[in-house]
């Protein structure tokens, strides 16, 4: 079993920034694909950001990209997303992932592990 929590949710004005975290403990983290999706009121639970065990590949949404940047740090068992320039339309719970597969995926059903989500809301 792998545990994830996320936090770095909240409340910021369009044009904003802020940082999300997840932590990871359990199976080892370096060898799990992370992702973060989000779900919007009413909306399904789509996907925003992924990368790979080493770091090495990313791959964004269209919706997010050149605004919002995925990490990890593997020694600290965390993957980050970082976003900037952030608009109304980002506001959603934002939920971590880990896949134990090797290929970097934006499909949700190929995740095995979900956190529980953080709110993060953009106000106009």
């Known amino acids: 079993q792998m545990q994830l929590v996320e936090s770095g949710g909240g409340v910021v004005q369009a044009g904003g920034s802020l940082r999300l975290s997840c932590a990871a403990s359990g199976r080892t983290f370096s060898r799990h694909v992370m992702g973060w999706f989000r779900q919007a009121p009413g909306k399904e639970r789509e996907f925003v950001a992924a990368i790979s065990w080493g770091g090495g590949t990313t791959t964004y949404a269209e919706s997010v990209k050149g605004r919002f940047t995925i990490s990890r740090v593997n020694a600290k068992n965390t993957v980050y997303l970082q976003m900037n320039s952030l608009r109304p339309e980002d506001t959603a719970v934002y939920y971590c992932?880990?896949?134990?597969?090797?290929?970097?995926?934006?499909?949700?059903?190929?995740?095995?592990?979900w956190g529980q989500g953080t709110q993060v809301t953009v106000s106009s």
């Open positions: 992932a880990a896949d134990s597969g090797v290929l970097v995926t934006r499909r949700l059903y190929d995740y095995d592990y």
